[in-house]
């Protein structure tokens, strides 16, 4: 399976993402810069975290409109899957294949911790090789990361079972019912705060993160 990992200027987990998919999992995997127009040869695109464009007017609000997003939006529109980290969580918001908004976290200060995750719904490929209900530690980087959404939209988000990572006890930014991370209707389009990439190395102590990306290699066809 070949994973792309898109690069913006000001990405900086990018090459963790990419130690995960090629070097932990022995994927190919293919840097793509962000001026880059051509995703056909990919199967996976992750966006990771990190700074894009400075963080300039909002977090992703300008790495949305960089030659590769329209390329990227096809090939989700294809189904084939699709991952946002942190930043890449909020260029996808921004880029509108996520539903919401990442706002500054409620008390005006980046966080930097590892914080436990609530799975809820494992019957998709990123989530299959959890527990559903399983707690998860992952760690968390951000200084806009207060899920928003609109009051119907939120019910929306909820009554289709979107929401797959909930923050569990304290809810580190105050984002909206502890979400953690959403994937769009269809399954196949993920975004989280917490960085999985970040976990997925037993040698750091903590590989949580690591069955994520795994459970892409088993059973992409059930993301649709
Ligand atoms: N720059 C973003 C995200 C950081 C990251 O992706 O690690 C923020 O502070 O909210």
Redesign the pocket.
């Known amino acids: 399976m070949k994973f792309g990992v898109v690069v913006f200027p000001g990405s900086n987990?990018d090459r963790d993402v990419a130690y995960v998919t090629k070097n932990l999992m022995g994927q190919p995997t293919r840097m793509v810069w962000h001026q880059d127009t051509e995703l056909s040869d990919l199967d996976v695109v992750i966006i990771p975290?990190?700074?894009s464009y400075g963080?300039y007017l909002r977090?992703g609000a300008i790495a949305q409109f960089s030659p590769v997003m329209q390329q990227v939006i096809e090939h989700a529109q294809k189904g084939k899957p699709v991952l946002g980290i942190?930043?890449g969580f909020?260029v996808l918001t921004e880029a509108g294949l996520l539903p919401g908004a990442l706002a500054r976290n409620q008390d005006l200060h980046?966080i930097c911790d590892r914080v436990p995750v609530k799975v809820e719904r494992t019957d998709l490929s990123w989530t299959q090789n959890y527990q559903t209900g399983e707690i998860i530690t992952l760690p968390i980087?951000?200084?806009?990361?207060r899920f928003y959404a609109d009051e119907k939209t939120l019910s929306e988000i909820e009554d289709n079972g979107q929401v797959l990572f909930r923050y569990e006890g304290d809810n580190p930014n105050g984002s909206l019912n502890n979400i953690a991370g959403i994937c769009n209707s269809k399954g196949n389009v993920l975004g989280m705060m917490p960085?999985p990439e970040r976990a997925s190395d037993s040698m750091l102590g903590n590989s949580d993160g690591l069955k994520l990306f795994q459970g892409l290699l088993e059973k992409v066809t059930a993301l649709v």
């Open positions: 987990c975290g990190g700074f963080d977090c942190c930043n909020q980046f980087a951000h200084g806009e990361g960085h």
